[in-house]
Nanobody, 122 residues
Framework: QVQLVESGGGLVRAGGSLRLSCAVS????????MGWFRQAPGKEREFVAV????????FYADSVKGRFTISRANAKNTVVMQMNSLKPEDTAVYYC???????????????WGQGTQVTVSS
């Protein structure tokens, strides 16, 4: 079993920054691709970013490309997403997830964290 715990969410003004972290335990972290998804009230969960197990390959949703950066530290069993130039439409609960391969489809991911709230005020 794999446990994921997110942290770093909060309230920020538009244009500000937040740094989300996801701590992973339970199995070999470096075996998994790690993704971030988000879900706003009344909307479906959507893909945000993913990083391959090696950290050498990343992919972003068009809506966050150039503003968000995903990275991982396998020695620390941690994946981080730096979010800059935040917009009110980025407001959502953010989830990290682990999968055997990088993908944008939520159902591919086997393990999920409990989520962390990000609120961006205008």
């Amino acid at each position: 079993q794999v446990q994921l715990v997110e942290s770093g969410g909060g309230l920020v003004r538009a244009g500000g920054s937040l740094r989300l972290s996801c701590a992973v335990s339970g199995r070999t972290f470096s075996n998994y691709a790690m993704g971030w998804f988000r879900q706003a009230p009344g909307k479906e969960r959507e893909f945000v970013a993913v990083i391959a197990w090696s950290g050498g390959s990343t992919f972003y949703a068009d809506s966050v490309k150039g503003r968000f950066t995903i990275s991982r530290a396998n020695a620390k069993n941690t994946v981080v997403m730096q979010m800059n130039s935040l917009k009110p439409e980025d407001t959502a609960v953010y989830y990290c997830a682990a999968a055997s391969r990088p993908d944008v489809i939520a159902s591919i991911y086997n393990y999920w964290g409990q989520g962390t709230q990000v609120t961006v005020s205008s």
